[in-house]
C-alpha cells in the first residue's frame, strides 16, 4: 500500500495523472467510480483535462460503487445522476458506457448478480477510485461487511445515514435506509485502486486502513491485501498515521516515471 500526503488540490492532480497515464496507453480501460464529496476534485480535473488536453473516454468504460435503493429515477442524489453531472456529462464517454447497480430494481438478488456479471464481461475493473467513510466503510460496505463480500443489497447505518443527510437537505428522514453496493471482494478484484480522503474527520479511519488489524469492524482494512493500493490523504487526514514521515519520506524520493 503506497501512502501519499499531499495537499488536496495535488492529490487531485496525482489521481488524474494516473486515470490519464491508464487510459492515454489504454484507452479502452475500464474505470471504477466513486460518488461522495472525495473524488469531486478529481473529476473536475478530468473535465478540465477532456476539454483542454484532448483525454477521451470515449472507448473506456465505467462501472459505479454503489446506489441507493428506491430513489426515484429523476432524483438528484441518486448515484447514477451524481456521476452523470459530476463527471460522466462532461466527459465523452459513449451513450451507455457508465452502469451502476439498480436500485429500483424489483428483482433485487437479481439485479446484483448482473452487476457483478457486466463488471466479468467487461475485462473487471482496471482503475478504481474510492473514497473512505469516517466509520472505515469503502462504498457501501458498513463495519460488520463480509471481506469476502459480492454486489448486494446492505442497510446502511445511522453513522453513514447521518453523514450523507447533508446531501439531502440536512433532513435524515429523506436518506434512504438500503444501497447496493460492489462487496469488498469485488472491489478487491479490481486491478488498481486509488483511494482519496481528506480532513481531520477521516483521520481514524486513515489510519485503521493502513496501519491497524485487517478486520471486518474496519471495512477498509482488506485493502492491505490488495496488491496495488494508493491511497492520497492531505495533512488532516493524515494526522493520526503513525508511520507518516516514511510516507513522506518516500515519496519524496520517488522517481517520477514510476508513476502509482
Ligand atoms: N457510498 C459513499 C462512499 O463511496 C464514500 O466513500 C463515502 C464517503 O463520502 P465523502 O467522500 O463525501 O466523505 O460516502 C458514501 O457513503
Same mark, same amino acid.
Given at each position: 500500500?503506497?501512502?501519499?500526503?499531499?495537499?488536496?488540490?495535488?492529490?487531485?492532480?496525482?489521481?488524474?495523472?494516473?486515470?490519464?497515464?491508464?487510459?492515454?496507453?489504454?484507452?479502452?480501460?475500464? *474505470?471504477?467510480?466513486?460518488?461522495?464529496?472525495?473524488?469531486?476534485?478529481?473529476?473536475?480535473?478530468?473535465?478540465?483535462?477532456?476539454?483542454?488536453? +484532448?483525454?477521451?473516454?470515449?472507448?473506456?468504460?465505467?462501472?459505479?460503487?454503489?446506489?441507493? %435503493?428506491? *430513489?426515484?429515477?429523476?432524483?438528484?442524489?441518486?448515484?447514477?445522476? %451524481?456521476?452523470? $453531472?459530476?463527471?460522466?456529462?462532461?466527459?465523452?464517454?459513449?451513450?451507455?458506457?457508465?452502469?451502476?447497480?439498480?436500485?429500483?430494481?424489483?428483482?433485487?438478488?437479481?439485479?446484483?448478480?448482473?452487476?457483478?456479471?457486466?463488471?466479468?464481461?467487461? +475485462?473487471?475493473?482496471?482503475?478504481?477510485?474510492?473514497?473512505?467513510?469516517?466509520?472505515? !466503510?469503502?462504498?457501501?460496505?458498513?463495519?460488520?461487511?463480509?471481506?469476502?463480500?459480492?454486489?448486494?443489497? $446492505?442497510?446502511?447505518?445511522?453513522?453513514?445515514?447521518?453523514?450523507?443527510?447533508?446531501?439531502?437537505?440536512?433532513?435524515?428522514?429523506?436518506?434512504?435506509?438500503?444501497?447496493?453496493?460492489?462487496?469488498? #471482494?469485488?472491489?478487491? @478484484?479490481?486491478?488498481? *485502486?486509488?483511494?482519496? #480522503?481528506?480532513?481531520?474527520? $477521516?483521520?481514524?479511519?486513515? !489510519?485503521?486502513?493502513?496501519?491497524?488489524? %485487517?478486520?471486518?469492524?474496519?471495512? #477498509?482494512?482488506?485493502?492491505? !491485501?490488495?496488491? !496495488?493500493?494508493?491511497?492520497? %490523504?492531505?495533512?488532516?487526514?493524515? @494526522?493520526?498515521?503513525?508511520?507518516?514521515?516514511?510516507?513522506?519520506?518516500?515519496?519524496?524520493?520517488?522517481? #517520477?516515471?514510476?508513476?502509482?
Amino acid at each position: 500500500m503506497e501512502v501519499v500526503i499531499a495537499p488536496a488540490e495535488r492529490l487531485a492532480r496525482i489521481a488524474a495523472d494516473a486515470v490519464e497515464r491508464l487510459l492515454r496507453d489504454r484507452p479502452d480501460a475500464v *474505470l471504477g467510480l466513486a460518488t461522495g464529496s472525495s473524488p469531486l476534485a478529481v473529476y473536475d480535473e478530468l473535465a478540465r483535462r477532456h476539454t483542454e488536453g +484532448g483525454l477521451s473516454f470515449a472507448r473506456s468504460r465505467a462501472f459505479m460503487l454503489d446506489e441507493y %435503493v428506491g *430513489l426515484p429515477a429523476d432524483h438528484p442524489e441518486r448515484y447514477r445522476n %451524481v456521476i452523470e $453531472k459530476e463527471i460522466a456529462s462532461r466527459v465523452d464517454f459513449a451513450p451507455g458506457a457508465v452502469q451502476g447497480p439498480d436500485g429500483l430494481a424489483s428483482d433485487v438478488v437479481g439485479a446484483c448478480a448482473a452487476y457483478e456479471q457486466a463488471i466479468v464481461d467487461a +475485462g473487471g475493473v482496471d482503475l478504481q477510485i474510492l473514497g473512505i467513510g469516517t466509520d472505515g !466503510h469503502v462504498a457501501f460496505n458498513e463495519p460488520g461487511s463480509s471481506l469476502a463480500s459480492r454486489t448486494r443489497i $446492505k442497510t446502511l447505518t445511522r453513522q453513514t445515514r447521518e453523514d450523507n443527510a447533508r446531501f439531502f437537505g440536512g433532513d435524515l428522514a429523506q436518506v434512504p435506509t438500503h444501497c447496493l453496493t460492489q462487496g469488498l #471482494a469485488t472491489i478487491m @478484484s479490481a486491478r488498481h *485502486l486509488v483511494l482519496l #480522503a481528506t480532513g481531520r474527520g $477521516k483521520a481514524e479511519a486513515v !489510519h485503521q486502513l493502513a496501519e491497524g488489524p %485487517v478486520s471486518a469492524m474496519w471495512p #477498509a482494512t482488506i485493502l492491505q !491485501h490488495h496488491p !496495488h493500493v494508493t491511497v492520497l %490523504v492531505d495533512d488532516a487526514a493524515a @494526522s493520526r498515521l503513525q508511520l507518516a514521515d516514511y510516507y513522506r519520506e518516500t515519496f519524496a524520493a520517488k522517481p #517520477a516515471w514510476q508513476g502509482l
